[in-house]
């Protein structure tokens, strides 16, 4: 497909190849958001996080017409917890824990799968990590530099926490991010708020705010 205009914020814009971009979707686990996992049951505020699926739907749509590259993740940990990182093991009780889908973030569980509203396809990757950043001990910047990647579309849950920590972690690989934030979402509306606001800080050192609504537009009108 021919290069596409992708309309920013403040007043930005940037060109996209969608055979050198591809479209993270970070973390659409059950346990996060469906009323039945873990979090609704536990009566965490998922409204936020259910209000982001149609524009995460949206953008899903728009990468797969394009031709984009689309991966997924999954935040989950083996069933002894032996990749769970000491600091983890220590504070962070929940990870383990029985829930209404299965032990909380352990590989297998009916509560780590990705939602159905955001299915994988086939030979769309599944990167599953021991950690907040898509990046950290897993394949990913390998199959992305395989394919001929140097930009990267991010949604997902939760914006400030395994959104940008592989946002982050990205740019530090030298990839060009855009956050999509109608498809991105918090359990506390103002954490990421205060997100997109750090991306913003220091010109573009973080890379660039947008959402589905633009990349769906960029996508039907190539090259404007």
Not at 133 to 144: G, Y
Not at 172 to 181: P, R, S
Request: charged share 25%; hydrophobic share 40%.
């Amino acid at each position: 497909m021919a290069r596409i205009r992708l309309s920013c914020e403040r007043g930005r814009s940037i060109e996209l190849d969608p055979a050198r971009t591809a479209l993270g979707c970070i973390d659409f686990q059950a346990d996060f958001v469906l009323p039945e996992g873990r979090a609704g049951a536990l009566g965490s505020p998922i409204d936020a996080l259910l209000a982001a699926i149609p524009a995460a739907q949206r953008a899903l749509a728009a990468a797969r017409e394009a031709g984009m590259l689309v991966f997924f993740t999954r935040e989950c940990y083996a069933p002894d917890l032996a990749d769970l990182n000491a600091f983890r093991r220590q504070y962070d009780l929940a990870v383990g824990s029985p829930g209404p889908l299965g032990r909380f973030l352990v590989k297998g569980e009916r509560g780590t799968e990705i939602i159905p509203h955001l299915r994988p396809m086939d030979r769309e990757p599944v990167i599953d990590k021991a950690g907040f950043s898509a990046f950290h001990q897993t394949t990913l910047d390998t199959i992305l530099r395989v394919r001929g990647i140097d930009t990267l579309l991010l949604m997902g849950y939760t914006t400030q926490c395994c959104v940008a920590s592989t946002l982050r972690h990205a740019v530090d690989l030298g990839y060009g991010c855009v956050l999509l934030k109608d498809a991105c979402a918090a359990y506390d509306p103002a954490d990421h708020e205060a997100t997109v606001r750090v991306m913003y800080s220091e010109g573009d050192n973080f890379g660039w705010v947008s959402d589905a609504e633009r990349l769906a537009s960029a996508v039907h009108t190539p090259g404007h």
